[in-house]
């Protein structure tokens, strides 16, 4: 058992490059990703215990609420959590302290990735992609030495209990907008989509993708197709897609990845 966990969702790789830099300054560091059911629930023995994900629709992506309360952590275990979000925070802060009782929480905003529902270049307060990555890296420094002295949060995360309602109504339009998924002349067959499905959402048929109703809405398929060539609906083919740069479509398809 390492001495450190970090549970990570990731659909765009963004978190990801967070944890790995926040587990760069802890050292002995394995990061469950939780973009499906986690491999490792048991955490009793690890010293820190951290969760690093994005907002989604006001909360939690996918079934991380889910996850988080089957997940066991030591009493005496220093927990912490830090967020990426575009607009707003939303309530998933507040959530995880409610199930595991947060020691120190952070957040970040970043550029958004949710294209199908808006521009990438959405952003509060608004910058250039290249400066809002800047700044979530000195973010996952400032948390990365935070965790590593034991610092406490002065006061627990907000409640946001309008966000938590909205959450709940996102999380319901995702088999529904699963329907609009496509993939145009420009797919090769490459099966990245495929392999990159954390619900196994999508299949090859004569080497052309065919999206099921099991979709979170990760958008990694649209995100990390080589050719840009998956769509939601239209509203998506003009806008620019935004996969972090230092994270390759199959480090998303680890279950964990260990950092010294």
């Avoid at 294209?115 to 700044?135: F, G, N, V």
């Avoid at 999206?211 to 609906?233: E, H, R, T």
């Amino acid at each position: 058992m390492s001495e450190n966990i970090i549970y990570c969702y990731s659909g765009s790789g963004h978190c990801l490059n967070m944890a790995k830099t926040i587990a760069s300054y802890l050292g002995d560091t394995d990061i469950v990703m939780m973009r499906s059911f986690p491999v490792k629930t048991d955490a009793t023995e690890a010293k820190r215990v951290g969760f690093v994900f994005p907002c989604y629709g006001g909360g939690l992506p996918g079934h991380v609420e889910e996850y988080i309360k089957a997940i066991r952590i030591a009493p005496d275990a220093y927990k912490f959590a830090v967020e990426q979000f575009a607009g707003y925070m939303g309530c998933g802060l507040h959530k995880i302290d409610e199930i595991v009782g947060l020691d120190y929480w952070n957040m970040i905003s970043n550029h958004s990735t949710c294209i199908w529902l808006m521009p990438h270049s959405l952003c509060l307060p608004p910058t250039s992609p290249e400066k809002a990555q800047e700044r979530v890296n000195r973010k996952a420094v400032e948390v990365g030495l935070a965790v590593r002295e034991g610092k406490r949060s002065e006061k627990k995360p907000p409640k946001k209990a309008f966000f938590a309602a909205e959450s709940k109504a996102f999380s319901g339009m995702h088999s529904k907008r699963a329907k609009k998924f496509q993939a145009n002349s420009d797919c090769i067959g490459c099966g990245t989509c495929a392999k990159i499905c954390p619900m196994h959402n999508i299949y090859l048929i004569d080497t052309k993708p065919v999206f099921g109703s099991d979709c979170i809405g990760c958008l990694s398929c649209v995100q990390y197709c080589p050719k840009q060539a998956i769509n939601v609906g239209k509203i998506t083919e003009k806008r620019e897609r935004f996969p972090n740069p230092n994270v390759k479509a199959m480090d998303l398809t680890k279950q964990i990845i260990h950092i010294d």
